[in-house]
């Protein structure tokens, strides 16, 4: 069992920025990809970006290249979401993800563990 645990997410003006993490511990933090997912009142869960094990790969989907940026720490257990040039649209709960394995885009097949989500909120 991996247990994820949130936190960093809060209110911030469009245009600002924010930083959230995701604290894992249960196996071995480097056995995992690790991601953000992000869930809008009534839509649907998506993914947000993606991190290979170590750190030297990326994926994200076009609504957030050059605004999103994902980072690891693996002697900490620790991935972090830095958001930038934040949108109202997106406000939303945001979960941290971990997949067994290297490849970040193995976290699209569906995540092997969640963490409880930390809402973000974007003010216009």
């Known amino acids: 069992q991996v247990q994820l645990v949130e936190s960093g997410g809060g209110l911030v003006q469009a245009g600002g920025s924010l930083t959230i993490s995701c604290v894992a511990s249960g196996q071995t933090f480097s056995n995992y990809a690790m991601g953000w997912f992000r869930q809008a009142t009534g839509k649907e869960r998506e993914f947000v970006i993606g991190i290979n094990w170590s750190g030297s790969s990326i994926g994200y989907p076009s609504s957030v290249k050059g605004r999103f940026t994902i980072s690891r720490d693996n002697a900490k257990n620790t991935v972090y979401l830095q958001m930038n040039r934040l949108k109202p649209e997106d406000t939303a709960v945001y979960y941290c993800?971990?997949?067994?394995?290297?490849?970040?885009?193995?976290?699209?097949?569906?995540?092997?563990?969640w963490g409880q989500g930390t809402q973000v909120t974007v003010s216009s």
């Open positions: 993800a971990a997949r067994y394995g290297v490849n970040w885009d193995s976290l699209e097949k569906g995540p092997d563990y």
